[in-house]
């Protein structure tokens, strides 16, 4: 057995440990994260974890290998964002099974890698729910964490989101609406009224799910509206 094998296998054994029946149930009847393979750790346990074992890139994909749902978010914190490759961004999207490992990839690595626009482009044409979903909940976290990004690269997504406005599917749905309100934000001024004007639209349409999108995102940019008056410089 290689090192990265033995500690990939010493991690997941580490997991198993610290898993309960509780919290599975609790993931699966509180949150919606169903999980084939799972232990039931907290999240707190797993982040912990992480730091001890701090970044390897290998390792990372060992454990992703290794099936479990714990492992595949532990993976997410010990990869490292510059070694990720578009092979395997795309790998570990064809095994994502709940909104649970979607939304921790994204937050905590896939957003930090060079490659996240190409991806929320491409994933957004995909048919499958979850890898759709990791489309539009890649751009929220790159709208709240990429804070270099000039406002045009969030504007070219307005049509992508506008197309996905009308799939009914409630994971995918959820991560739009994510997307319209991390980006209409105050921070980006242009951005804002784009997500507003394309609420608006959403409103006007015949389609039901882009309607309450829109209705949704129009609530939420008037809240934020009220809490940051000022626009970003």
Known sequence: MSAVAARAREAVRLLESKGSQRVCEEQRTR?????????????????????????????????????WYEARLLAAYVADPSAVSARQMDQWARGWDNWGVVDTHCFVLFDRSPLAWKKVEQWSRRKEEYIRRGAFA??????????????????????????????????VRKAVAWA??????????????????LAGRLVASGDPTAQALGRGALKDLKVAGRRSPRAAP
């Open 31 to 67: 949150y919606g994260i169903t999980a084939e393979k799972a232990f039931g750790v907290p999240m707190n346990v797993i982040q912990a974890l992480a730091k001890r074992l701090g970044r390897d890139h290998a390792l990372a994909q060992a454990l992703w290998e290794s099936g």
């Open 138 to 171: 890649l751009l929220a976290c790159l709208a709240l964490h990429d804070r270099t990004a000039p406002e045009a690269r969030f504007l070219a997504t307005i049509p992508l989101l506008e197309r996905a406005a009308t799939d009914d599917r409630n994971f």
């Open 180 to 197: 319209l309100r991390a980006m209409g934000g105050p921070r980006r001024p242009a951005v804002r009224r784009a997500v507003i004007a």
